[in-house]
């Protein structure tokens, strides 16, 4: 072996320039390419990408998720599984929509339309054209490997705008309409009125915001009765206008209080927090007594208003906990209210459209929009004397997930589908699936004991075009489940023929004839909702129809401008790509919010198409914040951009973080962060500089000459076996997704390889080329690193890139060229020694609390200590320290070790006064009974006491008693001693320091500042030196005294006690009081 045949390193990786480097390497060397194909023949893996959104460029939380998927993807390729590396853009629905808006200064619905819609579709697929370029060159420089384009340069990844994906659904759909699943309902909806659509329940669920909006207490006077009044409260003012009822509930009681000559009802319970003291309550009623008495309404002389009859009416959801006990009920602007409308047959008002505008029959405030009313609600109350008091009020309250507007509740006809049939057999399905963490599964079944019906439709135009077309003539719904359904049933197939696209404006052309009369009919205006697009991706990207499988592409590609890219929504790894052996995927992975999102319509579609769960685990993740705790902006100043993150920290730094993020845990990112893994995966590539630097020495060994682990070193073979039991944890956790116990154990790892392996075996790196164990320690370090870069490799892609092709070409020219492209390692069990390690283990806690016993006396590990005493936790501890004598006394710097069987080695007694007791036996004696105590031998009158022994003292010529009751008794370090304890070792050591060691310490020190100035000189570590000394005194005498071991130490040939040379490399040691110049010459 000759010099420099190992990569240097400087001592500082430079991540985002390594990175860079490694990404045009492995686009040279088509390493992914070859990836694919050397797995092509193995067995499936299936993993689905849950499609990102592409509106929007990504952020460092998505790319926290993705990193989840490239890591088992990566790490399942390297357990030799064929997988078909598809990534996923989501494509329609509001995401898209607001951002086209946004960008095209619209404010509504309206705009869009008179913007045009064919317009606004083109607008909306090239902004996803954009974004989905923009995503896939981030996700690149992130390291993840996904097959993003053709050999043609079109992108691979799935679409879920495409045909292919449109045409499953349908087929879902029509599947639903087959099992009588599928009705229009008219229900109070969730309404967002500046996007001008309802949402679904499972869009409602983190939407809430705390918000301060204006509350009012108002009075609706008792149908027939002077000055009797039922006072009312409402959070939401403007739904006055739509109420047709008051509810109470029957088994609380009610007062009748009376306030400045008016009589008020309200339950009994809130009278003191609603009325002032003055109130009296004069009687009290039950509630069901008060149920159907007619009332005025608040507002009831609106056009809207005029025809209804108002009673009272029970309900037990009304609650006892603020308000009045009294709720106004108002069906046509609440879900609750909508229910017990219907329950009961309450009229129902819609005061508003869908664009948050009151309706002409709601007189003076028709045409103010709902968010401006507020005020003009107060007037309206005012006016008719009924507002008795008006006040701000904070709570949570419902906002739209895309535009962020808060909601409000709508009665509108939407499509739905039931799910009483499904629920049972989801339910059945979710309990199969392996769900990581464990709690995310029980989340799955609360959501689906709780879901309601699935509100499919949604009032937009990009988006799936839901295949429902309503006959005018019969009232038929017809449901179309495929194109060539649709052009079967068109009345002019060739508009089928012609359709650039199935989206609208274009399908909306379309006319069918009605199964039933055979009139046209045209489909309803509504799309889907969006998680449909996504619910589907397991059948759509494996061609699930039976007249797609086998078909490369969609029946778009053969007539549309973005045929090829259409080709991507196909998954083709191969010719047995089929749905059959894609199905179930073996694993998937999103954030929490997923349960009730993509896994849940996952969840729903695959089990309706064929009665089984989509996935077979699940791993969930919680929410990323700043490393301040405070979630992310956006555009804030804590915004971190996903390039600048690479740019600055680097991917890998990145990955690491991601990785090392506890699952159940709201994770922190930030540069701070980011500093503390940077440092930490430091000391891998100073293992490797360690490394480097002996092995490209001229006499260092060849690698292959070492010999077999057995009759290695005990260090060698402890290293080793520490390895192998990392990698046999590496590979269950990994197996069970539990990518942060990897990151911990193998951490730790690299903490004990650089700070105990790499430092106990410094002395055997600097022996001669030919010395067996040098030869053993260089190839030992080096199996350790090249399987090291081989273990990180699924989480650090290209730090374990940049390891393994510094190590691995050198010495084996006929090795895989990337280490993506080796197998992950495998555990020796032969080779894992339990016993070596406990005993390793035993060794370097003894170490461990030898500096702290040092660091407490603030005695440096560099001045040497006389004695060190040791109580083991056990016999076989013991034995352990016994054998292992001399490393403990090389580590710790200390002249002997004694082992004791006793803390009375090294701690002694302390007795104290009992105070509480003391102070009224003796008074004013008290000072003089402690003076007594104190001029006893602790020690001796501290076992005395602990033994049940009465104390017996004089003072002032009388005998005193002291009880053990009376006295404190403390273990305390004996005098010279520094004593510390941790799982029941207890370890001392003696502070004090004699002329000689004192020399010693001092010899030390001037050896460590003579190896620091060969460093800045960038000296070799073999290189010789002249070494050129000033100095007086102790530091003077240590030199002479010790001069045979600063020569070997500091491989000095000569040591001169003469000024330093003015052209020699020198500095300045202070020790103290002691000062001197050094100066070293090659």
């Known amino acids: 072996m000759s010099g420099q045949m190992f990569k240097p390193f400087d001592g500082k990786m430079e991540y985002p320039a390594m990175e860079e480097r490694i990404l045009a390497w492995w686009a040279e060397h088509r390493i992914f390419d070859k990836l694919r194909a050397q797995l092509a023949e193995r067995p499936i893996w299936s993993f689905i990408d849950g499609p990102i959104t592409a509106n929007n460029a990504m952020g460092v939380h998505h790319a926290w998720g993705r990193t989840y998927k490239d890591m088992y993807c990566r790490y399942k390729a390297m357990k030799g599984f064929n997988q078909r590396w598809q ?55 992130m390291g993840h490997w996904m097959q993003w384009y053709h050999e043609d340069g079109h992108p691979a990844s799935y679409f879920t705008l495409d045909d292919n994906n449109i045409e499953h659904i349908w087929h879902f759909l029509k599947a639903c309409d087959d099992r009588k699943w599928l009705y229009r309902g008219h229900r109070s909806m969730p309404w967002c009125w500046r996007c001008g659509t309802s949402l679904s329940q499972h869009e409602l669920v983190d939407s809430y915001q705390e918000q301060t909006d204006p509350s009012c207490f108002f009075r609706c006077r008792v149908g027939g009765r002077e000055d009797e009044y039922f006072l009312v409260w409402t959070t939401t003012p403007w739904t006055l206008t739509a109420n047709t009822a008051l509810a109470l509930h029957p088994e609380a009681e009610y007062a009748k209080a009376v306030l400045d000559g008016a009589h008020y009802y309200l339950m009994k319970s809130l009278v003191a927090t609603v009325l002032p003291p003055e109130a009296e309550v004069v009687e009290t009623v039950k509630g069901e007594d008060l149920i159907g008495l007619p009332f005025h309404g608040p507002l ?18 009304v609650s006892d906990e603020e308000g009045t006990g009294i709720v106004h009920i108002a069906p046509g602007c609440g879900a609750e209210d909508y229910q017990l409308g219907q329950e009961l047959d309450l009229a129902i008002i819609v005061p508003i459209d869908e664009n948050g505008y009151f309706t002409d029959d709601i007189g003076p405030l028709a045409a103010t929009h709902v968010r401006d009313s507020a005020e003009g609600v107060r007037r309206e109350l005012e006016s008719r004397g009924v507002l008795f008091r008006w006040e701000d009020y904070t709570h949570r309250y419902p906002f739209c997930w895309r535009c962020k507007t808060p909601l409000v509740f709508r009665l509108a006809d939407e499509w739905f589908i039931s799910a009483d049939e499904i629920r049972a057999p989801m ?18 079944q609360d959501w689906l004991d709780n879901m309601g019906d699935w509100c499919i439709s949604r009032r937009r135009f990009w988006g799936l075009p839901l295949p429902f077309y309503c006959c005018g003539n019969c009232d038929h719904i017809n449901v179309i489940g495929s194109t060539a359904e649709l052009r079967e049933r068109a009345v002019d197939p060739a508009l089928v023929d012609d359709l650039p696209e199935l989206h609208r404006p274009w399908i909306d052309e379309i006319e069918i004839t009605c199964e039933r009369c055979g009139e046209a009919a045209r489909r309803v205006t509504e799309v889907g909702d969006c998680w449909l697009d996504a619910g589907i991706v397991p059948f759509s990207t494996l061609n699930y129809l039976p007249e797609h499988r086998g078909i490369e592409g969609t029946i778009r590609s053969e007539r549309g401008p973005e045929a090829e890219r259409d080709k991507a929504s196909v998954a083709s790894p191969g010719p047995e790509s089929t749905w059959e052996s894609w199905s179930p995927a073996d694993w998937i992975t999103e954030m929490r919010e997923q349960i009730r999102l993509w896994f849940y319509s996952q969840l729903f579609m695959s089990v309706t198409l064929y009665d ?23 555009s804030g100043d804590n915004a ?12 890998d730094v990145m990955r690491w973080q991601y990785a090392g993020a506890p699952l159940n845990m709201v994770f922190r990112f930030g540069y701070g962060p980011a500093e503390e893994v940077t440092r930490k995966m430091l000391r891998l590539w100073n293992v ?17 000459t070492a010999a077999p682990v057995t009759d290695r070193s005990e260090l060698d073979r402890w290293v080793l076996s520490r390895m192998h039991q990392l990698i046999r944890h590496c590979n269950d956790r990994m197996d069970h997704f539990d990518s942060a116990a990897v990151v911990r154990e193998t951490e730790r790892f690299i903490d004990v390889l650089s700070t105990w392996y790499v430092r106990r075996s410094r002395r055997r790196f600097w022996k001669s080329g030919d010395d067996a164990d040098k030869q053993s320690a260089i190839q030992t370090l080096y199996e350790v690193l090249v399987t090291m870069s081989r273990l990180i490799a699924p989480i650090l892609p290209f730090s374990a890139e940049e390891l393994y092709r510094s190590l691995v070409p050198p010495v084996d020219a006929s090795a895989p060229e990337s280490v993506h492209l080796c197998a992950y390692p495998e555990a020796s069990g032969e080779l894992i020694d339990q016993d070596l390690m406990d005993d390793m283990d035993d060794l370097m806690l003894v170490i461990e609390l030898g500096r702290s016993a040092r660091n407490e006396a603030r005695m440096k590990v560099r001045q040497p200590a006389i004695r060190l005493l040791v109580q083991p936790a056990s016999s076989r501890q013991g034995r352990t320290i016994e054998r292992m004598r001399s490393q403990v006394l090389e580590e710790l710097n200390v002249k002997d070790l004694e082992l004791v069987d006793s803390e009375d080695a090294f701690r002694g007694y302390a007795v104290k006064p009992v105070f509480s007791k003391w102070g009224p036996r003796f008074g004013k004696r008290l000072n003089a009974v402690r003076q007594a105590l104190e001029t006893l031998d602790g020690d001796e009158t501290g076992a005395l006491v602990a033994g049940g022994e009465v104390l017996t003292l004089e003072v002032e010529g009388e005998r005193v008693d002291l009880s053990p009751e009376e006295l404190e008794v403390e273990r305390v370090d004996a005098d010279g001693l520094s004593v510390t304890s941790d799982f029941g070792c207890t370890v001392a050591i003696d502070t004090t320091v004699t002329r000689d060691l004192l020399l010693e310490g001092l010899m030390r020190d001037f050896v460590r500042h003579v190896q620091n100035l060969r460093k800045e000189a960038d000296f070799n570590v073999d290189d010789r030196i002249t070494l050129y000394y000033e100095a007086d005194g102790d530091l003077a005498e240590a030199i ?41 010459l090659k």
Request: one cysteine or more; charged letters at 30%; glycine letters at 6%.
């Open 612 to 634: 089984q769960s989509p996935f077979k685990a699940v791993l969930t993740y919680e929410e990323m914040r700043d490393e301040n705790g405070e979630p992310f902006s956006k």
């Open 688 to 704: 490797y500089a360690f490394f480097v630097t002996y092995a490209n020495l001229p006499d260092c060994p060849p690698i292959s």
């Open 640 to 651: 971190i951009a996903v390039e600048d993150a690479t740019a600055r920290m680097g991917a």
């Open 300 to 317: 009831e002389d609106l056009p809207a208003q005029r025809e209804v009859n108002r009673t009272t009416v029970a309900w037990e959801m």
């Open 1040 to 1080: 002479d005294t010790h001069a045979d071991y600063i020569r070997t130490e500091t491989l000095s040939t000569a040591l001169r006690d003469e000024p330093v040379p003015g052209d020699v490399h020198s500095g300045e040691l202070r020790l103290g009081e002691h000062v001197a110049r050094i100066g070293v």
């Open 87 to 141: 990534n996923g853009f989501d494509c329609q629905g509001l995401w898209v929509e607001v951002e086209v808006e946004r960008a095209l200064g619209f404010d509504s619905k309206r705009d869009i339309e008179t913007f045009g819609l064919a317009e606004f579709s083109r607008a909306c697929r090239a902004r996803v054209d954009e974004y989905a370029e923009r995503i896939t060159r981030q996700s690149i420089r």
């Open 427 to 444: 339910k059945r399905a979710a309990a199969t699936v392996q769900w990581v963490p464990e709690y995310s599964g029980l989340l799955m």
